[in-house]
Structures are given as structure tokens and as C-alpha cells.
């Protein structure tokens, strides 16, 4: 009779215990298994409450009329990304500044590394010969002598340019092209483009499309020289002739570097010098 007695509480027992306390599952924190015996109900743990839980990915659903189209568009898009990076780097400043030095400098250096090089120039500049980059110093180096930079690839052969690295450009004020072909070697053909060139005229304006790219630009290096008058940091170029026009190719006889204050000295000279010939021609005519 005692065992039976002793079965029957035991019986009670899990009964009361199945009917009043809720089932905790593995996975449910220990702070809400204190709570369950206050509420029948609780919200699944979140990430916060449990940084080891992993979530499902989302999944994106595409309409099946649509996948072959997205397919091709990946392997189109794979191209490009497998396709090295392309680079813009433009020097500027104004004249005796050392700027073709400077990008043939950067050119051996890419030449030195391994990489195939090519440098253009425009065919205006007749200076050195036509055939040949040349510096103030008398450093010379065979380049590409062009009128536009859109006939450079064909000149060259599209195999040879598949295979250039890097590519020069001097004197590049004088390309109408510039901004367009920059920015397709670079963004699209990958090239590491190098452009040395008049930032500002004689009249410190805008000079050609050199500083239309530099929106493109990785990097630009504004150059200095010094002036002729006092031997201060020179930022501009002062024509010593009377030439209206803004292209007119010369060196040091026809320009000099000068400081801010010479630029101006010089243009009221210049100025006040044109305005006496002028007058000296106009008596003359009178005579």
C-alpha cells in the first residue's frame, strides 16, 4: 500500500508540472527560461540578444523571362573588372617649369619597372625636330609626333597599343581631343595616362583642355620656376613680343618666367609700350 501511495504522488506531481510549466526549448536564453514560469509565451531570440545566431541570406527572386538577360549582363560586366586600372596624372605650370622633365622622368621610371611606354607630342612643336621630345636641359627621347590624339592607337597598331602601358603627353594644350582620349585609356583601356602641359596663356587664361581633366585626375602636380627679374617662385609666363595671338611657339626669346608682381609690372610695360608704338604708327600715317 505504501508504494502504491508513493506512486500515485508521483503521478500528481508530473502531472501539475506538465500543466503549469512551459517548454523551454535549447535554444532559448537562460534570462527568458527564469521568465517562463511567468508567461506561457515569448519571442524567438534576435541577434542581439544572441550574436552567434546566424541568419538566413535574403534571397533575390528574378522573373524567370529575366534571367537569361541578367546572365549575360553579369558575364558582360565580369570584362571589365578582370581589366587592370587605368590612371590620369597631370603636371602643369608655366614655362621653365621643368614639366617635360618632369614626365620623362615618370616615364624612364615606368620604363625601368617593366612597363611598355609611349610619349606623344603635338606636331606644332617643331623646336627640337619632329621626331623627338626634348627638354630646356637638352634631354631627348623619340616620341610620337601627332596632330590629334584620336589617330595615336591606329598609328601605332591596336596590338601595339593593347599592349602599352603607359602613355605620355607633352606639350598637351595643344590637343583639342585631350579631355576624350584621356579619359577613354584610362577608364576604358586601362593606361596610365601622363599630361604635361600649360595650365594658363600669356593672359594667366585657360590654355587649351589641360585643365578640363583634371575632374579626371588622380593626381596634379602644380610646377614652379623662378622669376627672371628677381629670383622668386615664378607661377606665370610673360611674352616679351608683341604677338596678339594665343598660340605662338617659342622659348626664351619670345617668354620668360616672373613672380606675381613682375607679371603685372610687366603687362602695364608691355601695355604702355604698345599704346606709344601705337600712337607712333598713327602720326606717322599722318605725315
Not at 31 to 37: C, D, H, R
Not at 221 to 248: D, I, V, Y
Request: glycine share 6%; net charge neutral.
Amino acid at each position: 500500500m505504501l508504494a502504491i501511495s508513493r506512486m500515485k504522488a508521483l503521478i500528481s506531481a508530473t502531472t501539475f508540472s506538465t500543466h503549469f510549466v512551459p517548454h523551454i526549448s535549447k535554444t532559448t536564453p537562460l534570462a527568458l527560461s527564469s521568465l517562463a514560469s511567468k508567461s506561457f509565451s515569448f519571442n524567438p531570440p534576435t541577434l542581439f540578444q544572441n550574436p552567434n545566431l546566424l541568419l538566413p541570406k535574403p534571397i533575390l527572386f528574378v522573373p524567370k523571362t529575366c534571367i537569361s538577360s541578367v546572365q549575360n549582363r553579369c558575364m558582360q560586366m565580369e570584362m571589365p573588372s578582370r581589366q587592370r586600372s587605368g590612371e590620369i596624372h597631370v603636371i602643369v605650370g608655366p614655362m621653365f617649369a621643368g614639366k617635360t622633365t618632369t614626365l620623362l622622368r615618370k616615364v624612364q621610371s615606368e620604363r625601368g619597372d617593366g612597363r611598355n611606354v609611349a610619349i606623344i607630342k603635338s606636331s606644332k612643336d617643331t623646336r627640337y625636330g619632329l621626331d623627338s621630345i626634348v627638354t630646356h636641359d637638352g634631354v631627348k627621347m623619340p616620341c610620337w609626333a601627332l596632330t590629334h590624339l584620336s589617330a595615336f592607337k591606329q598609328k601605332l597598331s591596336p596590338d601595339a597599343y593593347d599592349q602599352l602601358d603607359v602613355i605620355g603627353i607633352d606639350e598637351a594644350q595643344f590637343f583639342d581631343d585631350l579631355y576624350d582620349f584621356c579619359s577613354e585609356a584610362a577608364d576604358h583601356d586601362g593606361k596610365k595616362v601622363i599630361v604635361a602641359g600649360l595650365d594658363g596663356d600669356y593672359l594667366r587664361r585657360s590654355f587649351g583642355s589641360v585643365l578640363d581633366i583634371i575632374p579626371l585626375a588622380d593626381s596634379v602636380t602644380k610646377l614652379t620656376s623662378r622669376c627672371e627679374l628677381c629670383g622668386k617662385r615664378a607661377f606665370f609666363t610673360l611674352r616679351k613680343t608683341e604677338e596678339m595671338q594665343t598660340e605662338l611657339i617659342g622659348g626664351a626669346e619670345v617668354y620668360m618666367p616672373v613672380c606675381r608682381q613682375h607679371y603685372v609690372d610687366g603687362q602695364v610695360a608691355i601695355e604702355a609700350a604698345r599704346v606709344v608704338l601705337e600712337s607712333q604708327v598713327q602720326c606717322g600715317s599722318y605725315v
